[in-house]
């Protein structure tokens, strides 16, 4: 009896197909933050490659634990997975940060995904201020951020893209780029932000936001703060916006949730960076009577 020959060509495709779709690393960070002696720690943290986490530093005497989220590999590559889920106790406050832009690099297919689920217990606080995120040429990224607020909760959530490597030319010219934002607040009611890019195609078109160079939102809810000081915060945010017209165009309003809610382009980063300065600063004051905090990005 003549045995079939064995087809090595399959065999190496299919080894092929695994290696492409085991491309990218599955990175998960998972925090718990809790409050002991007035000041906010992380109870219980568990990370894995490329995440690293640095313990919290207190920047004021208010207990606010300010956290830096560190990804040493220096981007998101196709295939990578990184997810990040955070319990925020009762009274706590929490910042964070990162020491700098989230990188999106070229893919041929894999898309670069980053999953974020924050649960903000009863009267706790999370301010939410990365980096913004650089989407190379040819870059395929998508994003869920997911917060969900017990009563009395604050989220104050940022989020920034750059249209890509400014310096060397590559102005929207990612592959494609996904964004879902999601605040469901206490009494299941909710805030939602989501947009798909593809700046080759009529359907993906980036429009007015073709002549700027960032793109950037800012959500603060809370369930338990009166109309009153809604109404205040978001006069004194239009009028920074106002101030910073020639640079920056922008817009506020009240959503659905108790709240407000900012989109804005900007020509540069120092032009993003400042009109957030002034947001942050206004909201802070409104909120809590608190001033400005003293970044440190190390």
């Not at 406050?93 to 980053?114: D, K, M, T």
């Not at 936001?209 to 205040?232: F, H, K, Q």
């Not at 300065?277 to 400005?292: G, I, K, M, S, T």
Request: glycine share 8%.
């Amino acid at each position: 009896m003549i045995a079939e020959p064995v087809s090595v060509p399959r065999k190496k495709k299919h080894v092929q197909d695994v290696l492409t779709r085991s491309v990218g690393r599955v990175g998960r960070l998972r925090l718990h933050y809790a409050t002991r002696d007035g000041r906010t720690i992380i109870a219980r943290s568990h990370c894995t490659s490329p995440w690293h986490l640095l313990p919290p530093i207190y920047l004021d005497d208010t207990g606010a634990a300010y956290t830096l989220l560190v990804n040493p590999s220096g981007g998101l590559v196709g295939g990578d997975h990184l997810s990040i889920d955070m319990k925020v106790d009762e009274g706590a406050h929490v910042l964070i940060s990162a020491p700098s832009a989230n990188r999106v690099y070229r893919s041929l297919g894999e898309v670069s995904a980053q999953d974020i689920d924050l649960a903000v217990g009863p009267g706790a606080i999370v301010e939410w201020l990365p980096e913004h995120t650089i989407p190379f040429a040819g870059s395929r990224f998508r994003q869920k951020l997911h917060a969900t607020l017990a009563p009395g909760a604050t989220i104050l959530l940022w989020d920034a893209i750059a249209s890509g490597r400014i310096a060397r030319g590559e102005r929207w010219a990612f592959a494609t780029l996904e964004n879902d934002i999601r605040i469901t607040t206490a009494s299941g009611s909710g805030l939602l932000e989501r947009y798909a890019l593809d700046p080759s195609t009529n359907l993906g078109a980036i429009g007015l936001a073709a002549g700027w160079d960032y793109v950037a939102s800012l959500y603060v809810v809370n369930d338990a703060i009166t109309p009153e000081v809604w109404s205040r915060l978001e006069t004194r945010i239009g009028l920074a916006l106002d101030e910073q017209s020639e640079h920056i165009l922008g817009g506020v309003s009240q959503p659905a949730v108790p709240g407000v809610a900012v989109k804005l382009l900007a020509k540069s980063a120092p032009d993003l960076t400042k009109m957030l300065d002034a947001l942050w600063a206004a909201v802070r004051a409104e909120l809590w009577n608190l001033p400005p905090v003293a970044w440190r990005k190390y």
